[in-house]
């Protein structure tokens, strides 16, 4: 199968939270509309990927973050999919973070290394595309 990515330079920042998962929905409620945000809960903790920089209940925040979202549909039989990707980005020594959802997968990697694993994906054959500002 042949992967595309589709590159979105909207600095996204990672989160740990502190505080109950309501209130941290409240303030992703002021983001803008076609922005991307993953939430996750565990009993350990609650994590956030968003457009937010700072809030006072972020215990930890790493940032900022180049998304990149794997292009089309995913069908859930599909096997090796983010190892496709992730490989040749542990080959190159760039440390990257993944976010999966139930249409499509999401890499994110620094800001500093993004041009970098766009090289590195080219050169192990995966297409990467420049997506409009406000296709998320």
């Known amino acids: 199968m042949e992967i595309n990515l589709k590159r979105h330079d909207s600095p996204l920042w990672v989160a740990q939270i502190d505080g109950r998962i309501e209130d941290v929905v409240r303030l992703l409620d002021g983001t803008e509309p076609a922005s991307f945000w993953s939430l996750t809960q ?74 970098r694993a766009q090289d590195v994906w080219r050169s192990a054959g995966v297409g990467v595309t420049f997506a409009k500002p406000s296709n998320l």
């Open 42 to 115: 565990t009993a350990d903790e609650i994590s956030l990927v968003s457009p937010i920089e700072n809030h006072e209940s972020f215990l930890k925040s790493e940032g900022p973050w180049v998304l990149f979202e794997v292009s089309g549909v995913l069908d859930f039989g599909l096997i090796g999919i983010l190892n496709s990707l992730t490989k040749p980005m542990a080959e190159a020594g760039v440390s990257v973070f993944a976010v999966s959802t139930f249409n499509t997968d999401y890499i994110l990697v620094k800001s500093d290394m993004a041009d």
